[in-house]
């Protein structure tokens, strides 16, 4: 099957999925016992004429089933509605995505940057000292809760203020020349990027340096060393590029976790992303914010197996798309 | 279960220095929150309004003239710098509290039924022992850490007993039947399992309604913490169904009449019991880590109660924490639970499926 052959299937899976999920994130809302209109109705100087109108306005007298088909309709046609504060949802979310895939797009590049080498390492002076030092200080990286580590950095940098807290840009952004805006946002991702990439890179390093032991021992890295191949060869021309296939297809898993991993570390270091502006919808029950937030985080869940399957594709021939 | 009853796992899964260590701190910090009362010196509804975020308690074994001393301890009186706008904690150095131990003091229940009022230590009213200092409240953080492990150690083992019979019924089911049964309820788990789990486990909380009693609370963040769980493991354990369902004592038990339930739950899901206390292992540390991070939002367990990310929510004004660091000390237990729960989820993991990548 060609590739947009296959993203076309792909996506075609994915309708009912979505259909299925909103279903489910409607239900939820729809269970929560907040009253969209408790505001006005305490309101003495609104009459129950223009409550009864706000109430048609916003179809609240539909029965449930025809709300949910108003809703999805509007959805399609991509009018998210309007959040609590007045403001477009839509609006908020294009100017909120971009921001989370960035943080994400970052951890990914540096994990594995980093991880790859060191599991590689690992395998290569497997149960060495530096090996040993490496599975515990992983271990560690693995335990510490998120928003734990984005606390004691938070601390780290107002005690130093080598980092700014907060936010994407500094002050008087706009002012600053191309260059300098880009290391205006390095220096802001900094902190996320590091909280992020702790809880993750020690996942990558086990996982890169069990599947290279396990290719190590493989017939064909045999093979390759009895024809008297240098070892250099064999280990990076044969058994890194087969270890590496399997760490593809974590690349979806990856990306869900880090997607919600990254909703906390966005809460504590005060981040402008997505996480964080579900967690406020949440908090203020502000629910057409909240029903898109589950909705397009699905879509970048999707998008990310997707992407990581197709990859996989790239990196390894033998994979058939079907 | 015959893994457990077998004396060569216990042995294989303590051979490893770092994993006993591991085992030691699990049991040592399960019998700590088992017997919270007596551990710690205060009550959970405990509070010192005066002494809102006092600095831990200082314990002193020298006395003044330079001799060995019983411990002893000085309460810390609140004075207000009004030149830098400041509360300062000074100790008052004028009357010594001794520490007593096994001495009594406030009742509490151990188990929650046998009364007792018998605390490890304590020093005599009015002096306070704060050993970890205290929160906004007056609380003393020292007992609330024990009584914060009570929920936070138990209710991922309390998801767990709910997620994992889900979950392996559904898997269980589905891939007994096949087909369009099949097809249908692995499209639902998969429905689940794409949207972002710390998305829907946020929403689930935030649609508990405010006025509930503390149990009724802690059942629902229970079950939520469940719900999110069950899909990923079933789908999982509906790949196992399928290839045990062609074997032959499968067939068997048909042919004499068993029913469809019964040859499930009797002949084909103990068949995946390795797998199953594997993933349990594995599992908790993620429940214990969902927990604190609800709370630390607090949309998990609300106050009075406490629990180890409720606790930290106090830390998330930074200012706070710069001049009270003890209220950092909830994080480091999470810290500790979770890691010792890895290395040894690792290590049974190990031992039940030698095919395991994670070598040792």
Redesign the interface.
Known sequence: MSIPVYILKRILQAI??LI??SI??FV??K????DPLAELKLNPAISPQVLQSEKQRLGLDLPVQMQYFNWAGNFIKGDLGVSTSGEKVADRLTERIPNTLLLMICVIIITWLIAIPLGIYSALH?KSTFDRFL??IC??G???????LA??L??FA??TGWFP?GGLTSVGFDAFNPLHKILDVAHHLILPVTVLAVASLAGLQ??M???L??VLESDYVKMARAKGLPENKVIYKHAVRNALNPLVTLLGFEF?SL???A??TE??LQYPGL?RL??EA??K?DINL?MA??MI??V???AGNLIADILLKFVDPRVNLD | MTILKNNKFIKKLTKDK?VFISMIILVLLYLSIAFAGFIAPYSKSFSDRRLSYAPPSKIFVINGQGKLSRPYTYNYKRTFDPENFKINFEMDRSQKYYLKFFSSGDEYKIFGFIPCNIHLMKVDSPGRLFLFGTDINGRDVFSRLFYGGQISLTIGFLALFISFPIGLLYGGIAGYFGGITDNIMM??A???M???????L??????L??NMTSIQRFALITIILALIGWAGFSRVVRGMVLSIKNQEFVEASKAIGASSLRIITRHILPQTASFVIVAITLSV?GYI?AE??LS????GIQQPDASWGNM?KE??E?IN??YRPWL?TP?FL???A??TF??VG?AVRDILDPK?????
């Open positions: 009912p999925l299925m999920v489910i994130s939820i809302i269970l929560s016992p907040v497997w599975t515990i271990s560690m693995m335990a510490v809760p998120t928003f734990f606390l004691l938070l601390i107002v005690k807290v086990r996982q340096r069990g599947n032991l396990d869900a997607l919600s991993g909703a906390l809460f504590v996480g579900i967690l949440v908090m029950s909240v937030s589950l985080g699905t970048m869940l999707i | 770092i499209r639902i998969e429905a689940i794409s949207i972002p789990s710390f998305y829907l946020i929403s689930l909380a935030a649609i309604p405010a540390p880590l604190s991070g630390f939002l607090g949309l930290l830390a998330q930074y924490v710069l950092l994080g999470i810290f500790i979770v890691l890895n290395i690792d395991s990548h994670a070598r040792r």
